[in-house]
């Protein structure tokens, strides 16, 4: 299983970004990906979550902010980042986990305690002017 991110940067706060993350060596039909978020010396923070049904959850902190979505087709995830402030500076990764039958309480709980088997190698995002 590989994940590769793409998409960081550096953008001004109220700009927007759009992640991708590929994947490859899997069956993406089974599989619940999610993003992390992690800055140096702090906690790392789920984002947002996708299971194979589609059905989402977000953090607070990004709720009406970013979006998570999927191309089945393509095995890409995406995660659309709106209005961006400082505080979502910080390196972005992808996860992966074969997961079917999920529900909303278990999505949420995967992005709390991240657990997750495959991670990719990060991408870093800039919040600055």
């Known amino acids: 299983v590989q994940l590769v991110e793409s998409g960081g940067g550096l953008v001004q706060p109220g700009g927007s970004l759009r992640l991708s993350c590929a994947t490859s060596g899997m069956d993406f039909n089974y599989y619940c990906i999610a993003w992390f978020r992690q800055v140096p010396g702090k906690e790392r923070e789920g984002v947002a979550i996708i299971d194979n049904d589609g059905t989402t959850s977000y953090a607070n902190s990004v709720k009406g902010r970013f979006t998570i979505s999927k191309d089945n087709a393509e095995s890409t995830v995406y995660l659309e980042m709106t209005s961006l402030i400082p505080d979502d500076t910080a390196i972005y990764y992808c996860?992966?986990?074969?997961?079917?039958?999920?529900?909303?309480?278990?999505?949420?709980?995967?992005?709390?305690?991240?657990?997750?088997?495959?991670w990719g190698q990060g991408t870093q995002v800039t919040v600055s002017s």
């Open positions: 996860a992966a986990d074969p997961r079917l039958r999920t529900n909303i309480a278990t999505i949420q709980s995967m992005l709390r305690f991240g657990n997750f088997g495959y």
